[in-house]
């Protein structure tokens, strides 16, 4: 139990272009999500929270016009980099977490971003 | 501000050692502390959580880990090392902002050797 996916696995895209990245919890609801980035060979950054049907919340210094995120249901999130450059390049691990004997963070296998 | 401090990015042992890997936090609340698992491209698996019950927590593969508070340690140890005990192992606490969120430390890359 406690499955989250995240899709794509990876992609690809050109500078300018925009990416959606899905995360999904197979066998729970989740009230809450987090997306985080992860650069080569460092810790896992959080980028922001969401609640389903609310607005994210975001870290200091993440641009939320530039990382949208939308939490349209329990069991889905969205996180759209918008006008991606490379230095967007990066892995992004969602996780999700339920209520009551699941209210912890269960995470997905997360997304490889490259930006050309 | 709840942090946590890994010491060692790397740590290397040999199959059948004995694994430790430190992990230190500073919360100024009693804190919920977790150890994660990452393998080369792909998300976290946790291994083991405390949340102020026992001290001594076992997690999955023979991991296990304890809470000092005299020290504000959370390590992790394993008594005997596999193969395929070799990843990225992240400390983390919880950060109760209504969302609960996971300050992570840096990361200790485990080495196993044959």
């Known amino acids: 139990g406690a499955v989250v996916s995240q899709h794509p696995s990876w992609v690809i895209c050109k500078s300018g272009t925009s990416v959606k990245i899905e995360c999904r919890s197979l066998d729970f609801q989740a009230t809450t999500m987090f997306w985080y980035r992860q650069f080569p060979k460092q810790s896992l950054m959080l980028m922001a929270t969401s609640n389903e049907g609310s607005k994210a919340t975001y870290e200091q210094g993440v641009e939320k016009d530039k990382f949208l995120i939308n939490h349209a249901s329990l069991t889905l999130s969205t996180l759209t980099v918008t006008s991606a450059h490379p230095e967007d390049s990066s892995f992004y691990i969602c996780s999700a977490r339920g209520t009551g004997g699941l209210n912890e963070q269960y995470f997905g296998p997360g997304t490889r971003l490259t930006v050309t | 501000a709840q942090s946590v401090t890994q010491l060692g990015s790397h740590v290397s042992v040999s199959e059948g050692a004995l694994v430790l890997l430190r992990c230190n936090y500073s919360?100024?609340?009693?804190?919920?502390l977790f150890w994660y698992v990452q393998y080369p491209n792909q998300g976290l698996q946790l291994l083991l959580k405390?949340?102020?019950?026992?001290?001594l927590v076992k997690g999955i593969n023979d991991f296990e880990a304890e809470f000092k508070k005299s020290e504000t340690s959370f390590h992790l140890t394993k008594p005997s090392a596999h193969m395929s005990d070799a990843a990225e192992y992240f400390c983390?606490?919880?950060?109760?902002?209504?969302?609960?969120?996971?300050?992570f430390g840096t990361g200790t890359r485990l080495l196993v050797s044959p």
């Open positions: 983390a606490v919880g950060v109760n902002t209504g969302f609960q969120k996971l300050v």
């Open positions: 919360s100024s609340v009693p804190p919920y």
């Open positions: 405390y949340t102020s019950a026992a001290t």
